[in-house]
């Protein structure tokens, strides 16, 4: 897991939070106790939405939805194909 947290800090908090917290704009300003923080609540968010994107039931759930679109992309390949054969076969107009 690479995050750069200075990037996350510096872009994605916005100022106005950094403001009303009282905190530096930058990152390298923040004491080291609050960089800290900032490292150890993004980690465990970042776990915990990794966890939750590998739970089991939802993954179940993503193989079934992605079977079950490729059988209609594979009947829509099917009509297009007899579509094209058909005009194919019946000539210019």
Do not use: C, W
Not at 26 to 36: A, K, S, T
Not at 61 to 70: D, I
């Amino acid at each position: 897991m690479n995050i750069n947290f200075k990037q996350l800090y510096e872009d994605d908090i916005e100022d106005v939070t950094k403001e009303l917290m009282k905190y530096p704009r930058y990152f390298g300003d923040l004491p080291h106790e609050v960089q800290r923080f900032v490292e150890d609540l993004v980690s465990a968010g970042y776990q915990r939405a990794l966890a939750d994107a590998l739970d089991p039931t939802v993954l179940e759930e993503t193989k079934e939805l992605s079977r079950e679109m490729s059988t209609q992309l594979s009947s829509m390949a099917d009509l297009v194909e007899s579509f094209l054969a058909s005009s194919n076969n019946a000539g210019p107009n």
